[in-house]
């Protein structure tokens, strides 16, 4: 039991200079560790930190790429489609001017790409509505 109470105690000391309400502090936290409160309160921190430790474990790279990687991952396909079709492409036509340089069907990159655009736009104004589901 000592061992929960010693850093508690030094953490006292640090937010309460003040000696009177240190002590008082102090007192209770000793009633807390006779009545066996404290350690009901140490086991269930325990358990949370536990239940965190499996909860984070649980979501590897494959499971977090269909949580949140769908969205960046089509976001930055069509960055890279936009930067091949409007830049890499025409620089590469004209350093190599008899070589063919694939197109990209740019109107429905252009289309896919603004629609996430607006899911994002709709999305981060439901969060400032506070409206949002699924937190």
């Not at 976001?75 to 930067?83: F, K, Q, T, V």
């Not at 079709?85 to 008899?98: D, E, N």
Request: a neutral charge; one cysteine or more.
């Amino acid at each position: 039991m000592a061992a929960f109470i010693t850093p508690i105690a030094a953490l006292l000391d640090r937010i309460l200079p003040d000696r009177a309400a240190n002590q008082a502090a102090r007192e209770k936290l000793s009633e807390m560790a006779v009545s066996g409160e404290l350690q009901q309160i140490m086991g269930q921190v325990s358990i949370d930190k536990s239940e965190a430790q499996a909860a984070a474990g649980a979501k590897n790279a494959f499971v977090q790429f269909f949580i949140a990687g769908w969205r960046p991952a089509i976001g930055w396909l069509c960055g890279l489609g936009l930067l091949w079709q409007f830049f890499l492409a025409p620089v590469l036509g004209f350093f190599y001017p008899g070589h063919p340089v694939p197109k990209i069907n740019t109107p429905d990159l252009e289309q896919l790409l603004f629609a996430l655009l607006g899911m994002g736009t709709l999305r981060t104004v439901d969060k400032l509505k506070g409206k949002a589901s699924g937190e």
